[in-house]
């Protein structure tokens, strides 16, 4: 035994032991964020239930159980509930019942011994709202301005009248983001000079002619472009569907408001899964809706990814310079020893502190700076000088500065002094051996710190809540209009989406499988990127293997 223990074989089994926990830990997280996230998007059961309420009264109740739990019969007595039963535990189930703005709450508890029928209707679907959430009732009637379709001809006739109104929903959307978005900043861009011509003395009356002649015509497109979209909205709004709820009772739905209808109880197992697969899609592509609670996070996605890359491309170059300066032109000394120390404990400063300092320096000198010298006109309201995505990037690019840092270094150190002096032996300059032999020898160790740099940044929350990021961005940061990237806007990001849906919600219940939909998701963007970023290393490094030898 203690030869056993002196060969090493003990650690090396521990070692393995404690990797493998650690694999299984980490596979095991992300499958059941996984699974508590993705099977949201699976097209539940709807139950149509009688129930006989302890005080006599009888309800009918409609809609989708979302958890079960059994409850000691005591703590209902004590909580005034009079339960006549023999049974220590009683069941209760949570159900989301939709319907927000006829009933009070979207879920509620119902106790099993209340429950008189159960029923599953094929004939009960489920209604998506492009507001007010979902819908549960059953169709009886569309209405298609004066016609009116009812019977079996209804369930074929109700795919097409919705995909009709979301096409024409769709087209108005487009026309006021496009089109009314250029011109809206056009005139924004028009003011702007006319300010800007008030504050240099050069507001003479032929330019404001001009100008005041570019406004009438921009206006007057503005209203053509108006007229089109009232009446693509009145088009789409002119339809509508007529359900009978659980209360008994018909309601209206104009169809410009109905996302999709699905009747999940007659669907096959075929079905239910192109449903998800769509379902899943549409929320990757499509943007968020009743605070967050609903829709997708395409917005998020962009800006999460966007964001990541800018800091990338500002991190990459000052990190690498700095390792070169540290490694291959500072004197070994206890200045350089002390520069060394402090980025290293820079790694361990938290990252609030980083966002604090991004909103002093970055947000409020530098950019308050900008304005004053390059946006006058817009004072007193801000262009640079408030939070954005350009003092996001660069607020990460210092926070993960030292691990570029540091990671550049170990790779310069990893080069044979050989190959330098055989560079400058055969008559190469300094900088050309750095820069035709070192840095390419280096790249594996420069991309290794890039994708570390990026595996942090994607997934930091704290410093961006300060610096830029929003809870509802409404534009993208890269759209049409000159000069189409737009540095200074606010933007979402999937970290703080996730800590909005599930800390600031209004309905936490319907939130929170979105909170682990989201987390998914967020772990599949960081796993994207550095699978991108090792491609990349790995091409480098096969592609510079020949000057090790």
């Given at each position: 035994?203690?030869?056993?223990?002196?060969s090493?074989?003990?650690?090396?089994?521990?070692t393995?032991?404690?990797?493998?926990?650690?694999?299984?830990?980490?596979?095991?997280?992300?499958?059941?964020?996984?699974?508590?996230?993705?099977?949201?998007?699976?097209?539940?059961?709807?139950?149509?239930?009688?129930?006989?309420?302890?005080?006599?009264?009888?309800?009918?109740?409609?809609?989708e159980?979302?958890?079960?739990e059994?409850?000691?019969?005591?703590?209902?007595?004590?909580?005034?509930?009079?339960?006549?039963?023999?049974?220590?535990?009683?069941?209760?189930?949570?159900?989301?019942?939709?319907?927000?703005?006829?009933?009070?709450?979207?879920?509620?508890?119902?106790?099993?011994?209340?429950?008189?029928?159960?029923?599953?209707?094929?004939?009960l679907?489920?209604?998506?709202?492009?507001?007010?959430?979902?819908?549960?009732?059953?169709?009886?009637?569309?209405?298609?301005?004066?016609?009116?379709?009812?019977?079996?001809?209804?369930?074929?006739?109700?795919?097409k009248?919705i995909?009709?109104?979301?096409?024409?929903?769709?087209?108005a959307?487009?026309?006021?983001?496009?089109?009314?978005?250029?011109?809206?900043?056009?005139?924004?861009?028009?003011?702007?000079?006319?300010?800007?011509?008030?504050?240099?003395?050069?507001?003479?009356?032929?330019?404001?002619?001009?100008?005041?002649?570019?406004?009438?015509?921009?206006?007057?497109?503005?209203?053509?472009?108006?007229?089109?979209?009232?009446?693509?909205?009145?088009?789409?709004?002119?339809?509508?569907?007529?359900?009978?709820?659980?209360?008994?009772?018909?309601?209206?739905?104009?169809?410009?408001?109905?996302?999709?209808?699905?009747?999940?109880?007659?669907?096959?197992?075929?079905g239910?899964?192109?449903?998800?697969?769509?379902?899943?899609?549409?929320?990757v592509?499509?943007?968020?809706?009743?605070?967050?609670?609903?829709?997708?996070?395409?917005?998020?996605?962009?800006?999460?990814v966007?964001?990541?890359?800018?800091?990338?491309?500002?991190?990459t170059?000052?990190?690498?310079?700095?390792?070169?300066?540290?490694?291959?032109?500072?004197?070994?000394?206890?200045?350089?020893?002390?520069i060394?120390?402090?980025?290293?404990?820079?790694?361990?400063?938290?990252?609030?502190?980083?966002?604090?300092?991004?909103?002093?320096?970055?947000?409020y000198?530098?950019?308050?700076?900008?304005?004053?010298?390059f946006?006058?006109?817009?004072?007193?309201?801000?262009?640079?000088?408030?939070?954005?995505?350009?003092?996001?990037?660069?607020?990460?690019?210092?926070?993960?500065?030292?691990?570029?840092?540091?990671?550049?270094?170990?790779?310069?150190?990893?080069?044979?002094?050989?190959?330098?002096?055989?560079?400058?032996?055969?008559?190469?300059?300094?900088?050309?051996t750095?820069?035709?032999?070192?840095?390419?020898?280096?790249?594996?160790?420069?991309?290794?710190?890039?994708?570390?740099?990026?595996?942090?940044a994607?997934?930091?929350?704290?410093?961006?809540?300060?610096?830029?990021?929003?809870?509802?961005?409404?534009?993208?940061?890269?759209?049409?209009?000159?000069?189409?990237?737009?540095?200074?806007?606010?933007?979402?990001?999937?970290?703080?989406?996730?800590?909005?849906?599930?800390?600031?919600?209004?309905?936490?219940?319907?939130?929170?499988?979105?909170?682990?939909?989201?987390?998914?998701?967020?772990?599949?963007?960081?796993?994207?990127?550095?699978?991108?970023?090792?491609?990349?290393?790995?091409?480098l490094r096969?592609?510079?293997?020949?000057?090790?030898?």
């Open positions: 035994m203690g030869k056993w223990f002196k090493g074989s003990p650690w090396i089994w521990m393995a032991g404690a990797v493998s926990l650690s694999l299984v830990a980490v596979l095991g997280l992300l499958l059941l964020i996984a699974w508590r996230g993705l099977t949201y998007f699976w097209p539940s059961t709807l139950y149509q239930w009688e129930l006989q309420h302890l005080d006599g009264r009888q309800e009918q109740l409609i809609g159980i979302y958890d079960r059994w409850v000691p019969v005591e703590r209902l007595l004590d909580a005034g509930i009079p339960l006549v039963t023999d049974e220590e535990f009683v069941e209760r189930l949570l159900v989301k019942t939709g319907n927000r703005e006829y009933v009070p709450l979207d879920f509620r508890w119902v106790l099993a011994p209340t429950i008189v029928s159960t029923e599953t209707p094929q004939d679907a489920v209604i998506e709202r492009s507001r007010n959430g979902n819908f549960y009732g059953f169709p009886v009637a569309l209405v298609e301005g004066e016609r009116t379709i009812r019977g079996p001809e209804l369930t074929a006739a109700l795919p009248a995909e009709a109104a979301n096409a024409l929903t769709e087209q959307d487009k026309l006021q983001r496009s089109d009314i978005g250029r011109i809206n900043h056009q005139l924004e861009t028009l003011r702007l000079e006319e300010r800007r011509l008030q504050l240099e003395g050069k507001d003479t009356e032929e330019a404001l002619a001009q100008i005041a002649a570019r406004r009438d015509a921009l206006n007057q497109s503005y209203l053509e472009l108006e007229r089109e979209l009232f009446g693509l909205r009145a088009q789409a709004g002119k339809n509508a569907l007529l359900v009978t709820d659980m209360r008994g009772e018909t309601v209206r739905l104009p169809l410009s408001e109905v996302k999709g209808l699905t009747f999940s109880n007659a669907l096959s197992l075929p239910k899964a192109w449903h998800w697969l769509k379902s899943v899609g549409q929320f592509v499509d943007e968020p809706r009743e605070a967050n609670t609903e829709g997708g996070v395409f917005p998020a996605i962009f800006g999460t966007f964001m990541v890359l800018l800091m990338a491309v500002i991190v170059p000052f990190g690498v310079m700095a390792a070169v300066y540290l490694h291959e032109y500072a004197h070994k000394g206890p200045i350089t020893r002390l060394r120390i402090a980025v290293i404990n820079l790694a361990g400063v938290p990252s609030i502190v980083y966002g604090v300092f991004g909103l002093g320096f970055f947000v000198m530098v950019g308050g700076s900008i304005d004053q010298l946006y006058p006109e817009a004072l007193p309201n801000p262009v640079f000088g408030t939070p954005g995505v350009l003092w996001s990037a660069l607020t990460l690019a210092i926070l993960t500065l030292p691990v570029v840092i540091v990671s550049t270094e170990e790779g310069l150190s990893r080069i044979p002094s050989a190959v330098r002096q055989g560079s400058l032996a055969l008559g190469a300059t300094k900088a050309e750095l820069w035709r032999i070192v840095l390419p020898m280096a790249s594996p160790a420069i991309m290794t710190g890039l994708i570390l740099a990026v595996a942090r994607a997934g930091e929350v704290a410093p961006l809540m300060l610096v830029g990021v929003v809870k509802l961005a409404p534009q993208l940061p890269v759209d049409g209009n000159f000069p189409y990237v737009h540095l200074d806007r606010k933007f979402m990001h999937l970290g703080f989406h996730i800590y909005d849906v599930g800390f600031q919600s209004p309905n936490v219940e319907a939130a929170r499988p979105l909170v682990y939909a989201t987390s998914f998701l967020l772990v599949t963007v960081i796993v994207a990127l550095n699978l991108t970023a090792i491609g990349v290393r790995n091409h096969e592609k510079f293997r020949a000057f090790e030898h």
